[in-house]
């Protein structure tokens, strides 16, 4: 309860470390980076440390007069004797010190740092857990953009710019805080410029490191149905969100209007992301919106993401490949989304289905559980045994995953027993039988 976060200045201060084992070297390369001079004994040092032109190395045991003239002082020798002695004389001479691995002894403790040029962040568990520190640490450093510390940098010019230019404190500030705000969260987002986001399949953190980051530098967001609405809480409270859901057999954005509306917010200068659910280019569209906007003059990017179609069996434990057992994996869509068959009212399964009942891997079908029972019956009827292992998968965005396995003979009939709603990824073949969850 009682350490107290203070960012003191080390560089070209006298610092020690006591010890030169693989313990010592890891606190010691953390250290360099603040321009510490840094002085290691042990009697014996790891050659990392020994060739480092920064150290100052002294191959003998410790002794009582290596602290004087020390910041702070290091004990990581690898022996607790000499640690806690270490530890005693330092605190007799009111030194700061830290233990490895021994809170009790330290006066200061290590946190897990980042550091991107001006820019650093300590995170402390008080020495409870140091792994949810580490874990926190990659939480926020996934959350800065590339190139935060040049930012920070730049910040600090413009700092000593405004100050001169602009005498208003409120209006000062004002700027300066926009600045930084615009500084941490404009990434690879460029203004007029359309990004394609694969939102991934299920719970919000499923989303790639850069989809993240194309979220937190969006000026509008065109958002379907299948993504985890937590996602939008990324984007800054300024950004235009604008839902185009899209589901069979319910009031959907007509693909026509979606299109529009991302060549308008283009226009308007703004950096816009279209947060599509799985991965933009498989069954999403994408491709479509693609084409409108460069034929607009819309700049494009794209942002893959984790497809439904190898993420849900993943996540429920079933590989749609396996060594011996399915050597290829085949994605189709229950309907060929021909418009003119559609129309016409004529039957819309994927042509070549009758080939793909031929094929000895994992067959996996997206948008198809509405017509399972039919989809089953004529994978038979082209040749797929009734006891060909099959799976319907669900996942919630909440990570539950719901799943009923069967065979192709009677998978329709669980599923219908189990209550599964769409959307759901339906497998067949030997892999549906797998269980490695």
């Given amino acids: ?14 610092a ?14 953390r250290l360099l980076v603040f321009g510490v001079n840094l002085t290691v004994v042990a009697p014996s040092i790891e050659k990392e440390l020994l060739e480092n032109p920064l150290v100052f190395c002294v191959e003998r045991p410790f002794e009582e007069k290596d602290i004087c003239g020390r910041m702070f002082v290091v004990a990581a020798s690898g022996d607790p004797e000499v640690n806690r002695h270490v530890a005693e004389l330092c605190r007799q001479r009111q030194i700061p010190v830290n233990v490895a691995d021994d809170k009790e002894a330290c006066s200061f403790l290590f946190p897990a740092l980042i550091k991107e040029g001006c ?11 140091p792994a949810l520190s580490g874990y926190l640490k990659g939480q926020i450093q996934g959350l800065l953009p590339e190139g935060a510390g040049d930012r920070i940098k730049e910040l600090k010019a413009l700092r000593e710019h405004v100050r001169e230019q602009i005498p208003d404190q409120e209006q000062r500030a004002k700027l300066l805080r926009k600045e930084a705000l615009k500084c ?5 987002l460029k203004e007029g410029t359309v990004t394609l986001v694969g939102a991934g399949c299920g719970a919000y953190d499923l989303i790639t490191l850069r989809g993240m980051r ?6 509008a967001i ?20 604008i839902y185009v859901g899209k589901r069979g057999g319910l009031p959907s954005t007509p693909q026509e209007k979606i299109n529009e509306i991302l060549i308008q917010k283009a226009k308007e200068g703004k950096s816009v992301v279209r947060l599509k659910g799985g991965d933009c280019f498989v069954f999403g569209r994408g491709g479509e919106e693609i084409l409108a906007l460069q034929n607009a003059g819309i700049r494009t990017e794209v942002v893959p993401g984790v497809s439904s179609a190898t993420g849900v069996p993943g996540l429920a434990g079933i590989p749609v490949t396996y060594r011996g057992i399915s050597q290829s994996f085949h994605v189709a869509t229950a309907r060929s989304a021909v418009p003119a068959k559609e129309a016409a009212g004529e039957d819309d ?7 793909l009942a031929s094929l000895n891997g994992t067959l996996v079908f997206l948008m198809g559980l509405g017509r399972l029972e039919e989809l089953a019956a004529r994978l038979i009827r082209y040749g797929k045994s009734p006891d060909t292992p099959a799976a319907v998968i669900k996942s919630g965005f909440d990570g539950n995953i719901s799943m009923v396995r069967g065979c192709l003979g009677d998978i329709a009939g669980k599923v219908k027993e189990a209550g599964i709603k769409a959307p759901a990824v339906i497998l067949v073949g030997p892999c ?4 490695l969850k």
């Fill in 222 to 241: 065109i958002y379907d149905d299948l993504i985890d609405e937590r996602l939008l809480s990324f984007a800054g409270e300024s950004c235009e969100r």
């Fill in 214 to 219: 194309a979220l937190q530098g969006a000026q």
């Fill in 16 to 29: 020690l470390v006591v010890g030169g084992g693989k313990v010592a070297c890891r606190k010691a390369e």
């Fill in 1 to 14: 309860m009682g350490y107290f976060p203070f960012f003191m200045e080390i560089k070209g201060k006298d």
């Fill in 432 to 435: 549906a039988g797998q269980e």
């Fill in 119 to 129: 820019l650093t962040v300590g995170i402390s568990t008080e020495g409870v857990s």
């Fill in 184 to 188: 941490m969260r404009a990434d690879v």
């Fill in 349 to 355: 399964f994927p042509e070549d289905l009758d080939k």
